[in-house]
């Protein structure tokens, strides 16, 4: 049974639903972790008459087009699926966020007419680490430039020219580009483009006096596209077809690093959820997230895949590996990250998020995925925590060295690889228990070695 495509006409028969008329945000990127947390936040804050603004997207890549957008409205359902502080949640909603998508190729003109709005006070962006770069061949023209720094840049000019150099006029701008600093990284990128494009001195002064580039951190697993027998379940449920549906998991987390009252103004959204966090630095929630949830991951993952687990929910099923990984985190890797700045219960309590997210039934994170880059993430994320344990207690890791044995023996067997332990970690002590693990894991196999 054929059903109708989602539009205005059946999204306001979902009761009290607010449609925002005033567009406050640009944000670059039309992908699924844009939709699934910052539209997800601003369009909560809408329906509670607490923001009331919507996003104007900018489609920059060249593939694909908009016709989906604009053959709904530009509206799409987000369904949230999992466990959250220990409740099921399964619910679905239509997000009304976003007013319209443009093509930055087509429609330059339209884009460079935001840059003149009075109600435009936010910049999001997600265009990947590929699209965090220096095209030396961008202008400020009637043409589109090819980067997204170059794209910013132009509009920002543009905003300088129009407003007269107006230090009130400044935007937010918020990166949300899964790299260290992205704020920084971003400011550097526009001023060091401004400089090659010998652009006046007082645009310069006051791009950087007038717009807050903040650093931020986003956490929240958005699967991509719906599989087809997964999309004909929903189609049915909610008796609407829908091809901009996408689902998530209930944890989320935005931190935004600033302390300009300006800013924290323009982002009113924010006062709606906890789960949106703006402070002065946001180092914090980046080494829980790296140490806790990454780490946990690598140090887990060759021990899932020896063990012939596919997937994380279903080595989080196995009693054996779930006790070792509730022992890793808790016993071993949570006390590492505690410092000035994070507490016991702050460390406690992610931990606990974080096995909670790995449990999630409706998310199927494949642990071949994960292993990716395997060397370079074992050593950014892991070696702090391996070093410090040991520093701090005379017996060695025992979580810790049974997964990096698990590690090597990997890397042996998969890549031909040999990982040379002191390379990772200085400690002898823990040197020692790695090569006892390798060698119970090739005489016993790692799911005997679990149960150890």
């Known amino acids: 049974m054929s059903t109708s495509v989602l539009n205005k006409t059946i999204a306001k028969k979902e009761a009290g639903l607010i449609i925002p008329t005033t567009e406050k945000v640009i944000q670059f990127g039309t992908g699924v972790l844009l939709r699934g947390l910052p539209d997800y936040f601003i369009h909560r804050a809408n329906q509670q008459n607490i923001f009331n603004g919507s996003v104007v997207v900018i489609k920059s890549t060249s593939t694909g087009g908009v016709d989906e957008f604009t053959d709904q409205d530009a509206l799409f359902t987000h369904c949230v699926r999992g466990v959250y502080n220990g409740k099921n949640i399964d619910e679905c909603f239509i997000n009304s966020s976003i007013s319209r998508v443009i093509v930055a190729k087509a429609a330059w003109n339209q884009i460079l007419d935001l840059a003149k709005s009075v109600d435009i006070e936010i910049i999001i962006s997600n265009t990947t680490e590929a699209g965090m770069i220096l095209d030396l061949k961008d202008t400020i023209s009637n043409d589109a430039p090819n980067s997204f720094p170059g794209k910013l840049l132009a509009l920002l000019f543009e905003r300088w020219k129009h407003f007269n150099g107006d230090i009130n006029k400044g935007w937010v701008i918020l990166p949300t580009e899964l790299i260290p600093d992205n704020g920084i990284l971003l400011k550097s990128l ?13 645009f310069i002064t006051w791009m950087n006096r007038a717009n807050d580039f903040c650093n931020t951190l986003v956490d929240r697993i958005v699967p991509g596209k719906v599989s087809e027998g997964e999309m004909q379940k929903f189609q049915t449920q909610l008796g609407y077809t829908d091809n901009l549906l996408i689902t998530s998991e209930p944890f989320a987390l935005w931190a935004i690093e600033s302390n300009n009252a300006s800013t924290i103004e323009k982002l009113s959204f924010a006062k709606i959820d906890d789960r949106i966090v703006i402070a002065a630095s946001i180092v914090k929630f980046r080494e829980l997230k790296l140490r806790l949830l990454n780490g946990t991951h690598t140090f ?3 021990m899932a895949i020896l ?17 070792c990984i509730q022992s890793l985190i808790h016993e071993e890797l949570a006390p590492c990250v505690v410092n000035d700045a994070i507490t016991k219960d702050e460390s406690t309590q992610f931990s606990n998020k974080v096995l ?5 039934p409706y998310i199927e994170h494949k642990w071949i995925s994960i292993s990716l880059n395997f060397e370079e993430k074992m050593k950014m994320r892991n070696s702090y925590l391996m070093e410090t344990y040991a520093q701090n207690h005379t017996e060695p890791a025992k979580y810790m060295s049974m997964g990096f044995a698990a590690f090597c023996v990997y890397m042996e067997q998969a890549h031909q690889k040999a990982i040379l332990v002191e390379d990772y970690c200085k400690d002898s002590t823990f040197a020692a228990a790695v ?3 390798i060698d119970a894991i090739k005489e016993k196999g790692m799911k005997n070695t679990l149960t150890v």
């Open 307 to 323: 063990s012939g687990f596919e997937t994380v929910i279903e080595a989080m099923r196995d009693p054996s590996f779930n006790q």
């Open 356 to 360: 909670e997210r790995f449990s999630n």
């Open 300 to 302: 887990t993952c060759a």
């Open 435 to 437: 090569h006892h693990w």
């Open 190 to 202: 526009v001023n060091q483009l401004a400089s090659i494009l010998d652009l006046p001195a007082e």
